[in-house]
């Protein structure tokens, strides 16, 4: 073993090989991986072997079909057979929910290149003649389905890296990490130790106990999964004979089961709702090629149903059951990416789908580790969107909720209870006796919406308009006619100070630092000119001679932007930023009484002319010291309020006194984001995310090219020299009873022409065979399927995506913002966009001016 590398991975499973593989293939061949035991040690020697490319996330289900299509690059490199099963796979729905479910995946698989189709259970049937078709109302059909060989592809991967100058360590464990002054990474193993400039985390069930040895506690939890195999069955001889296919996979969400031909038998495993973590606390280290005691009766109501509705498999004899534990993150999602507050500490670990998820996992994560960015739009899996909240506790009741639920419909507007409430404001309580429904924001529990008085304050999930509609219409008219107010601890705070401070963030922000006592709003910019931040800044009175900034973004980011903020800090520690997290805590009163509301709170003259729009005051509110910023979100002449916790309720007492005689109203999330769309306003992570650059995200008046040179400043100006290729826009829809929830395809009326925005299928996929062998193409004939597939419609074609939208209350409009061709950006036609929602293309056009306030008068006066 050699005692200098560039990089060193930690786990020989099918992440960590496939790592690997990807930083050899970038170039970098002084690379080694070190494994505790021989490769697949772990979970992946016992994995059930599918993949597949759907995935609730669009950018993941990107880097999944990825994956699917490298197989075969992996097999001729290494001449290691994968032994890869691509037979295409079906999900099926029981229900008209899980219907509008699938035509949900199969409208996002348009713009994705995807070649779903929504079928019939009686077409399922004939690809999978075991199940009892009438238990179901449809399904959804994708080419890119499968299986392979855990063992065989993960040597591939090996193999394939080794081939490429990578060097594998097998029977050695890592026993301890530190880090030298210079940031050299000292891995100590049982054979000795590794310089490394760079070490990367892939120990699967170990990850947990690899980041320990460097203080970080990751947010994984291995649960035990089980699968069975059935003794060979004649019904699959049969058709195996007489089609000279095999069996499709089948996905039931009723059972919460997969099933999978498995030589000649079935493959049957389950999520069942009493699931069982493995190890919670410590992972021990001898733990390898072991599996652990079945449990049927802990499955029993899974296979009850799954049973029922595949009757074929009821006769068949159970040849073993797998018991085997594989690590998950909280949400389900892999954790990958460097991790904030160490320096070259990487992760890509908690990739429980490891044969569909893996390929895409190592090569964003080379691309980061060689190029500085990942390449994709990766926030899904990145490591940094949790934080400290997401303890070992915590980890373990979230876990164990999305494994249970690994097979469940998520509503938009669905919150899930497991380990609620984590974080609460001092007005937590008084939230609940106003009738609020809570919901949770980067673990903190924030308004959404007040019941009315008499009512069970909790949301009736569905995809449609539920029972929120109208108490949130009442929230944004009252605040909009009269005044509201609502609770915004929820945003990212920071203070950043010391000499040297604006010109800091002059360099990372493209538009210029305010003034003392203003504020601005600007992007922030990756190398490559893509938009990482989106922030609010004012310039506070200098604290000792320094100078001294106050930031907001979004507090789902806040992990993703101190890892941006502390990269480009200065060596020498002139400059400090501090994270306030929920140590400063705010609210916000928005509509056109609010400044007389303020006034009465207030000693000092707060009029037009002495506190303008997009001033920044420090001053004391109902007798509690605040700071305070004449913007809010709404669009409407409001103000944000911040203060320290121990003044939260004095200061919400003092506005819900001072507020009665205005017709003060409390107001949620919601109706905050309802009112936004009103003004056209972006989000973060929405419409603001690393894939756009800041002229395509419409950011154009907050970019200042001339100011200095910024991360990104040369990027930017190719990027409007050129023009963007796409925009992001707003749309008017005309909605029935449903409204756009995010990554619904947009749909326009352009001929032949194409504008090179959609990406074509990708063609590595399985056609669809009916039982006697037959090729089935295009039926689409589940009931209320859209009348076409794929992308392309006589004149009609995908052209962009929506990105978010709902209902705008106080115009009566449902609304969306999404991307388009740059050249369709400003076409406000009616006749020329629809966007499918739940199946069906309903008419929009772009609105150019928001329909609340054009002119922007409100928020100025």
């Not at 189709?117 to 959804?140: C, H, Q, R, W, Y």
Request: hydrophobic share 40%; aromatic share 10%; glycine share 10%.
């Amino acid at each position: 073993m050699k005692s200098h590398a560039k990089a060193v991975v930690i786990g020989g499973g099918v992440v960590g090989c496939s790592v690997l593989y990807h930083l050899a293939k970038a170039g970098w061949t002084d690379i080694m991986l070190i494994e505790r035991s021989e490769l697949t040690s772990g979970s992946s020697w016992h994995a059930a072997g599918g993949f597949h490319t759907l995935n609730g996330d669009p950018n993941v289900a990107k880097l999944q079909a990825y994956t699917v299509q490298l197989y075969k690059e992996i097999e001729e490199i290494s001449g290691q057979s994968c032994s890869l099963h691509l037979t295409g796979g079906v999900m099926m729905a029981d229900t008209p929910e899980r219907m509008d479910f699938l035509r949900l995946a199969h409208a996002k698989g348009r713009y994705l290149g995807m070649d779903t189709e929504l079928i019939t259970p009686s077409e399922a049937k004939a690809m999978f003649p075991l199940m009892d078709e009438t238990n179901f109302v449809g399904a959804m059909w994708d080419p890119v389905e499968g299986h392979l060989d855990p063992s065989g592809t993960t040597h591939a991967y090996a193999k394939a890296a080794r081939k490429l100058g990578a060097e594998i360590v097998l029977r050695n464990r890592v026993v301890e990490l530190t880090q030298e002054v210079d940031g050299t990474w000292n891995v100590v193993t049982e054979q000795g130790t590794v310089k490394a400039e760079h070490v990367v985390n892939c120990g699967g069930l170990w990850a947990r106990e690899i980041g320990r040895m460097v203080g970080v506690e990751l947010p994984v939890l291995a649960m035990e999964h089980m699968y069975l195999l059935t003794e060979p069955m004649p019904e699959v001889e049969e058709f195996n004979k007489s089609t000279g296919r095999e069996m499709i996979g089948v996905l039931d969400f009723k059972g919460e089961i997969y099933t999978r031909q498995e030589r000649n038998g079935i493959l049957l495993g389950t999520y069942e709702k009493a699931c069982k973590p493995w190890s919670p606390v410590n992972t021990p280290w001898d733990f390898g090629h072991e599996l652990l005691q079945p449990d049927i009766d802990r499955i029993a109501p899974s296979l009850e149903i799954g049973f029922k509705h595949f009757p074929g498999i009821e006769k068949a004899g159970i040849k073993q059951i797998i018991n085997g534990p594989f690590t998950f993150a909280l949400d389900g999602n892999p954790l990958v990416g460097p991790v904030q507050g160490l320096t070259n500490f990487w992760c890509a670990c908690a990739v429980m789908a490891g044969f569909s998820q893996g390929g895409g996992v190592g090569l964003a994560l080379s691309n980061w580790m060689v190029h500085g960015d990942p390449g994709f739009d990766v926030w899904g899996m990145d490591v940094a969107r949790f934080g400290e909240w997401a303890t070992l506790r915590y980890t373990n009741a979230k876990v164990r909720e999305n494994y249970s639920r690994r097979f469940s419909i998520r509503f938009p507007n669905e919150e899930l209870p497991a380990a609620r409430p984590a974080q609460t404001t001092p007005l937590y309580d008084t939230m609940l006796a106003n009738n609020a429904v809570m919901g949770d924001s980067w673990g903190l529990e924030t308004p959404l919406w007040f019941a009315p008085r008499g009512s069970e304050p909790k949301d009736v999930v569905s995809f449609h308009r539920s029972n929120d509609f109208g108490p949130i219409g009442e929230e944004v008219r009252a605040t909009r006619e009269k005044v509201g107010v609502t609770e915004i601890a929820n945003f990212a705070k920071y203070e950043v100070s010391g000499p040297g401070t604006e010109d800091f963030l002059n360099r990372l922000m493209t538009n210029r630092m305010p003034k003392t006592g203003r504020i601005v709003l600007t992007p922030m910019l990756n190398e490559f000119g893509r938009l990482i931040g989106d922030f609010t800044i004012a310039k506070a009175s200098p604290r000792g001679g320094e100078e001294r900034f106050m930031i907001w973004g979004s507090s789902a980011a806040q992990k993703y932007h101190m890892r941006w903020f502390e990269k480009h800090l200065p060596k020498d520690g002139s400059i400090r930023i501090h994270r306030f997290d929920q140590t400063l805590v705010g609210l916000s009163i928005a509509g056109p009484k609010s400044r007389d509301l303020l006034q009465k709170l207030v000693d000092v003259d707060i009029s037009t002319k002495a506190f303008r729009f997009m001033d920044f005051r420090e001053m004391a509110v109902g007798g509690a010291p605040c700071m305070v910023n004449r913007i809010t979100y709404t669009g409407d002449l409001g103000y944000e309020i911040w203060m320290a916790p121990a003044y939260q309720r004095l200061v919400y007492k003092a506005i819900k006194e001072a507020g009665e005689e205005f017709g003060l109203v409390d107001f949620g999330m919601r109706a905050l984001l309802s009112m936004r769309l009103e003004k056209n306003f972006p989000t973060w992570f929405r419409e603001l995310r690393p894939i756009y650059g800041p002229f395509e995200g419409s950011m154009d008046r907050f970019i200042k090219l001339e100011k200095n040179d910024f991360i990104g400043r040369e990027a930017a100006a190719k990027e409007r020299a050129e023009g963007p290729k796409l925009r992001r826009v707003s749309f008017i829809v005309d909605a029935a009873d449903a409204d756009v929830m995010g990554d619904e395809p947009i749909w326009a009326k352009v001929g032949g022409k194409d504008y090179g925005t959609v990406e074509k299928p990708h063609g590595y996929g399985a056609p669809r065979f009916d039982a006697g062998g037959k090729e089935v193409r295009g039926s689409n004939a589940a009931e209320g399927a859209s009348a076409v597939r794929g992308i392309v419609d006589g004149d009609w074609r995908v052209v962009g995506w929506i990105t978010s939208g709902g209902y705008a209350h106080y115009v009566e409009k449902s609304m969306a913002q999404g991307y388009v061709p740059a050249a369709l950006a400003e076409n406000e036609s009616a006749g020329l966009f629809e966007i499918e929602i739940l199946g069906h293309r309903r008419p929009a056009r772009i609105n150019v001016e928001p329909p609340f306030d054009p002119s922007g008068e409100k928020m100025r006066t």
